[in-house]
């Protein structure tokens, strides 16, 4: 493939805040109706305005500056202390050991996810892929010229499961997938996999040799009823499974840039080589960072994820109460993925039309799935009255282009 | 290429900064004599407790966390305001204006780099690497599955240009390099490119259709009789040329991460297309430590390049005065690359004798050429009394083990 087909493929218009950089062409032809005002809302990502960063955290940063050129230059997994640390608090989290050599520190999760599909896919490797799912899966998969073999997910199924087909993905697996990708709680739905779906995945994994890559960046936010199973302590081969976690979503630390990958050292030491070439390192003083994480203050957590829930059933409430609306309830995590009416206009057209005319700004399904193309994600991480007020605006605008 | 294969000549073991992960193995066997004492000296990279961050660049980091969600969650190119003060910046040094769509931050040189490759050379295509040059070029290449063609660099030649050869540049060019990448000054020599040289590769490059890669990192970095030629301002096609900087290097903001790429708005494009699944962004919080690049108080660089040019010069009489020893007089940036009299052991395990007898991390000259085996870089920015009894050190190794 030529790097210019590689690139065409690779799109960025409609990925969560790049919305700037939209051309609005022709869609004011489309427009029915006036602006509706209101504090514009930004849900393509949370708002660490409204959930600012873990208490401290800055103070720890400004320690690791005073460091000086032991936090600046670190190995390129990252610094030794600072792994330790973290190696024993996401084993007590996770439910099982971690190897040191089996541990790296990247810039974001993006950049574990990146390294870990890279570290595993070449050239027409077949991988196994959710839809819905985290919109950069598919893309890395393409960058790196691998086979998709999609999995479709059952998300307005039964509560208390994801509902992967678990049928479709041992049949990936019996095509010879040789990987496996996959966010747990999963973006953008929400929806927790069940025990008894995770045995299953490790179960087939072990069956026919296939590596897989849990991504379970928002595994810590999770509401009041929910049984959350980690895939590495739940019968998978520690030498086949990487996990991906990190401290930008739950405690609004993204402006530090922080993910972490831990599990099979073969694939750690890979993702080693491979940043010494794509970035180096996680930024050296932002590294510090992780010494907060699992070590907030008492109840800061709990409080947290109170705030999240208030906000989530009362968004729920709006939503619910629009004809023709489909939405799950999100078990953790800070997304919802509505399915909205039939509307006269493009899913992709009322998208932006939602920003221009509305202030709100939410992310095209189809970033997520080919089969998604009439739901938006929200990232409901933000100001409560805003929040609501926004999701309004919203069903307001649906209801004025309703079919 | 399978990823085994890919990842099998990704070695980093000898890569600068990664020492600590080297095996000892059965190096006590070839070792003569007892330790040498005297302070541990990195020569892998810079000191930055030796040669602190920018004044004020923490106090400007500590202002973008104040601002909150509008600086960690960024353009994936980085946030506008603080590209277009860098554009000005940036366009009154390199002599040429600068795009608003052509320019891109990224976590570190490191960072544009590897995305500048990636957006460039897609499997088969033939990139022209300078031996010696950045070790990093030719690992991009062969992660990409390029083809290289070196093009050898005469750096003991004549003082005043960096002695590429121009005959084999245009060589590879006929042979259909689609790339050229090198960096200026010279990474690991110090050699900076004449304006001639800068002219004859703008015409190449032009005649042939090549894109260039420029790494000008360490260009602020200059000494006192040096001109210095930017390839973006000579003669070359705005539309094939990228050129990448960073305040990592000369201001000891490494910690930071952060680099810039700015040049051709077409690839610059990719590059953002690509960044959004790597890394998502250069730390948001980082960023804003930008606003001090450029803007250092008055005399503050001058300053610094002062104290640099005098460790040069002790540690170049030091080096010279060893029988056999031959090392370029660098004209800008802060390594040494001498090339070491013949010794009785192999030269990368004189790399760890070194480091395990006398303290002294340098980073072995294979790392840059296939043809520098003999030679050792060492990163100058240092205490001024450390770098100096670290490069007695390794004279009286080189003597104790001299053939």
Do not use: C
């Amino acid at each position: 493939m030529s790097v210019q087909e590689k690139f065409g493929r690779l799109g960025t218009d409609n990925a969560p805040g790049q919305e700037g950089r939209q051309k609005v062409g022709d869609l004011h032809k489309l427009m029915r109706g006036g602006t509706l005002e209101g504090v514009t809302v930004d849900f393509s990502h949370g708002d660490v305005d409204a959930f600012t960063p873990t208490p401290g955290s800055f103070e720890v940063f400004a320690e690791g500056v005073q460091r000086g050129g032991s936090q600046a230059y670190t190995e390129y997994r990252g610094a030794g202390a600072i792994r330790e640390e973290l190696a024993g608090k996401l084993a007590a989290f996770t439910g099982a050991p971690i190897d040191m050599d089996g541990m790296i520190l990247t810039p974001g999760t993006q950049g574990a996810l990146f390294l870990a599909i890279a570290s595993t896919v070449a050239r027409g490797d077949k991988v196994a892929i959710v839809q819905p799912d985290y919109f950069a899966n598919r893309k890395l998969v393409e960058f790196f010229e691998g086979e998709m073999l999609p999995v479709q997910l059952d998300y307005m199924g039964t509560y208390g499961e994801a509902g992967l087909d678990l049928g479709q993905l041992e049949d990936a697996f019996r095509q010879e997938a040789k990987v496996f990708v996959f966010s747990n709680p999963n973006n953008p739905t929400g929806t927790v996999y069940s025990e008894a779906e995770i045995r299953r995945i490790a179960e087939l994994a072990g069956k026919y040799g296939v590596t897989v890559i849990a991504d379970q960046l928002y595994s810590r936010l999770r509401y009041s009823d929910v049984t959350y199973t980690h895939l590495r302590a739940n019968g998978i081969d520690p030498e086949n499974v990487i996990t991906i976690m990190g401290p930008s979503k739950t405690e609004s630390l993204s402006g530090y840039r922080l993910g972490v990958a831990f599990g099979a050292p073969k694939l750690i030491e890979r993702m080693e080589k491979l940043q010494a070439i794509v970035s180096l390192r996680a930024a050296g003083y932002s590294q510090s960072v992780l010494q907060t994480w699992f070590s907030e203050p008492d109840g800061w957590l709990d409080g947290r994820i109170r705030l999240h829930q208030a906000i989530r059933d009362d968004l729920l409430k709006v939503l619910r109460d629009t004809h023709g609306m489909e939405v799950r309830t999100p078990q953790a995590g800070s997304y919802l993925f509505p399915r909205l009416p039939d509307i006269v206009v493009a899913p992709a057209d009322f998208v932006r039309i939602l920003r221009l005319q509305a202030g709100v700004v939410v992310t095209p399904g189809t970033e997520f799935s080919p089969h998604s193309a009439k739901n938006v994600r929200l990232n409901f991480s933000q100001d409560y009255t805003a929040a609501v007020s926004a999701v309004e605006r919203m069903v307001e605008l649906i209801e004025r282009y309703r079919a």
